[in-house]
């Protein structure tokens, strides 16, 4: 009587963990269905990327997908932005012979002696990285591209990346599209 009981006891105890160790299972196999199925989108790391222009010449739309954007939480808000002035300005106006993006598609804005607001016209940008790489240079960074998916065709073997010599270009969850820097 008392191992007929131990083998029943035992029995519930085995079904017990069964299903347990089946619901846990199908958990993980579920999660992992799930994050296989998540749409994915391109974009580029900022701290890989250098600023090779690339993106302004490879992109397969007529204007590229990619855009200089501005961490305004990063920007020192300097006078001298060696984002926006060539190396050795004349003077440290707004003239064209002193900016350094070649389509004017950074704005200059005073805020309060000695800092000047810097903010980018994306309709004017074409992506060189020219601002990207001066800022890189002697600033702290704040200007960098990013792929801007209001734009993007999210083609599956995207032609910068293919290009890309420093590899910077990775697949994102299309739920979290863009690789901010610290401050931004």
Not at 106 to 112: G, K
Not at 131 to 159: E, M, T
Not at 162 to 184: D, M, N, T, W
Request: proline share 4%; charged share 25%; net charge neutral.
């Amino acid at each position: 009587m008392k191992d007929n009981q131990t083998n029943r006891r035992n029995l519930l105890k085995s079904g017990v963990r069964g299903l347990l160790a089946a619901g846990i299972g199908a958990a993980a196999v579920g999660s992992a269905l799930q994050k296989e199925s998540e749409e994915m989108v391109w974009q580029l790391d900022p701290a890989k990327c250098i600023a090779c222009g690339k993106c302004e010449t490879e992109c397969v739309l007529q204007e590229s997908a990619v855009k200089c954007v501005h961490s305004h939480g990063m920007c020192g808000y300097c006078d001298l932005c060696t984002g926006f002035f060539k190396p050795d300005p004349r003077n440290l106006d707004t003239g064209a012979e002193n900016q350094l993006c070649p389509t004017n598609a950074i704005e200059r804005v005073f805020i309060e002696d000695p800092y000047f607001e810097y903010h980018i016209n994306e309709e004017l940008c074409t992506a060189c990285g020219k601002c990207v790489k001066g800022c890189g240079a002697f600033g702290n960074g704040s200007l960098y591209l990013q792929v801007r998916h209001d734009r993007c065709l999210n083609c599956n073997d995207c032609a910068i990346a293919a290009q890309c010599p420093s590899q910077a270009f990775k697949r994102v969850p299309k739920s979290r599209p863009y690789i901010l820097k610290e401050g931004h």
